[in-house]
């Protein structure tokens, strides 16, 4: 389970619209509570690493860009979490790459961004054999 805010959800779909037609991407950050479930923070937006004709499909994370949120967190006491990103005019389901992508024990928060406004939003937390993401149940914190 992972808790976020109204707010924490609200930037995720304002991220995913004002980056369409594009993907957009960014880190949950927050803290690991002691039975697993994850508790956000904040949200931390990365610019969208790919290159121009595959961004739309295609979100990636430079690992400096990774190591800056990492460290920022660690500043704040905090964890990097999790990790958020759009599917312009796609479903909010993982595809074949965000599997063969994904690291286990983090969120995998998914917004489906139709004709420019965010639709759906679901999260999604992969199998420790890799051979699946199973849904995450999404509880609304303050
Ligand atoms: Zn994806």
Redesign the pocket.
Known sequence: MITLAEEHLEEIGRHGERDYPH?CCGLLIGSFAADGTKIVQETYPISNAREEEARH???LILPEELMRGERYALNKGLDVVGNY?S?PD?PAV??Q??LEHAWPTWSYI?VSVQKGSAADLRSWEMQNDRSRFDEEEIAKGL
């Open positions: 993907e499909h295609r979100s990103h599917h796609h993982p595809s790459y965000d998914i």
